[in-house]
């Protein structure tokens, strides 16, 4: 039979991708599992494997092609009599579930159902279970929207699996094509003709481009944009950075201001939770996050990434120094997954390493609070002795910025807010002392 793979929901808000690779070519045969699309949503890149093993038969799509949820983009030849749309791929980014003229019941293990659907897992996950030796199907997933994950696999592997446990249906319908919101929040405006004046050059505005301006173009238009800045006297944290840096990177990681200001802003977050919430409109209420996941801004050639530390509150500073550098070493070789880089609760952003100074950030709509911090530089500052008297002395001075939502939260306590991050940040004991 002939079955069409078409785009799947690849998670909320996801309504197309840019396709980066196609790794199959028409005529080759091919196995479930193996890989034969690399696609890139606004929020990282995605390996697709094959839902079917069967024959390409045509391919639909070439690399920079704009693809919409729903579209066609591989026709397969398989075994079978009657042609019919093929199952959603086993990618972990997958959060929707087949449309309700087909719904899924969680299957009894061994049950021929539960070895014909795809399960969903990443494509690392699924070579783990093939090294394994373990059943995808037979595995139960704890990830979200029911992703089964490697750690799921290491425990079933090691004998703590059991089969996937019955569940009421909770089909969904899979959005139809090109009836998706507008890809873009900017305004269609008419532009002269620029070739007139000199020479130019278009370049392909799409991809993760295109996705940053939508989200802070909606971002700006709807939330009151609020910041207060601050100077924080960093002098002695640099000092216990120089003596701990070596320690750090033995162990795999870099010991920046950013992973302080990580234990600083998580410190805070639960003295002033709400600025750890976000807003909802539509049932009037806010939005307090007991969890304290935080965004960290990557600058790469392909555009701005937030991928997300979770649980920072319940990390040592060696933990956080090791994993922010994985998650920003891969995110500059575009290898992070969407799951890390969903389920932020506050974001934070330093342009000190590129030597930015000040500068107001727009807010990672929905959360209601960013973090800006500047480069460290000597600069001098009156500092007064334990007799009170003043002296001008060279300091090493950092320039923070919070740009918070007016509508959840005031300026006072966007002030009280900012200095449990200063006082932790002035001072390693404090910073030590106060992390809860």
Not at 92 to 108: D, G, I, N, R, Y
Not at 289 to 317: Q, W
Not at 329 to 339: G, Q, V, Y
Not at 370 to 377: E, K, V
């Amino acid at each position: 039979m002939t079955t069409s793979f078409r785009l799947p929901d690849l998670g909320e808000g996801v309504h197309e991708a840019e396709i980066l690779a196609v790794a199959v070519s028409a005529g080759q045969e091919v196995k479930e599992g193996d890989l034969i699309l690399e696609v890139e949503t606004d929020k990282a890149a995605v390996e697709i494997p094959s839902p079917v093993t069967g024959k390409v038969t045509e391919i639909h799509v070439q690399p920079g092609d704009i693809a919409k949820v729903g579209d066609v983009l591989i026709t397969f030849t398989t075994t079978g009599k009657t042609d019919q749309p093929t199952p959603e791929p086993d990618t972990a980014e997958k959060t929707s579930v087949p449309p309700k003229e087909e719904p899924v019941q969680p299957a009894a293990a061994g049950s021929e159902t539960a070895h014909k659907r795809p399960v969903p897992a990443s494509p690392s996950t699924r070579r783990l279970a093939r090294e394994l030796g373990v059943d995808l199907h037979m595995v139960t997933p704890t990830g979200s929207s029911g992703v089964v994950t490697a750690e799921d696999v290491r425990q079933f592997a090691a004998g703590g699996g059991t089969s996937i446990p019955e569940q009421p249906d909770q089909t969904a319908e899979i959005p139809p094509p090109h009836q998706e919101k507008p890809s873009s929040y900017l305004p269609a405006e008419t532009l002269p003709d620029f070739s007139m004046f000199g020479v130019i050059e278009r370049q392909p505005f799409r991809s993760i481009r295109r996705a940053t301006a939508n989200r802070m173009t909606a971002s700006w238009s709807q939330i009151p944009h609020v910041n207060c800045q601050d100077m924080v006297d960093i002098s002695k944290l640099e000092e216990f950075r120089q003596r701990h840096k070596d320690e750090i990177r033995s162990a795999g990681g870099r010991l920046t201001m950013t992973v302080f200001a990580l234990k600083a802003v998580a410190t805070a977050l639960k003295a002033f939770p709400h600025f750890n919430a976000s807003l909802d409109l539509a049932n009037q209420e806010i939005i307090i996050k007991k969890y304290f996941n935080i965004g960290i801004a990557v600058d790469t050639e392909h555009g701005l990434m937030v991928p997300v530390i979770r649980d920072v509150d319940r990390k040592s500073i060696k933990e956080l120094s090791v994993q922010l550098h994985d998650l920003i070493s891969r995110a500059r070789d575009r290898k992070l997954s969407r799951e890390e880089m969903i389920g932020g609760s506050f974001t934070i952003t330093n342009a000190g390493a590129i030597g930015g100074s000040h500068f107001s950030a727009i807010i990672n709509h929905p959360e209601i609070a960013i973090l800006g911090l500047g480069q460290g530089r000597m600069q001098p500052a009156v500092v007064t002795d334990a007799e009170g008297n003043h002296q001008i002395v060279p300091r090493l001075l950092m320039p923070i910025v919070l740009c918070f939502d007016h509508r959840v939260a005031d300026g006072a306590d966007a002030i009280r807010f900012m200095q449990v991050i200063i006082n932790a940040l002035q001072d390693p004991d404090e910073l030590l002392i106060t992390m809860i």
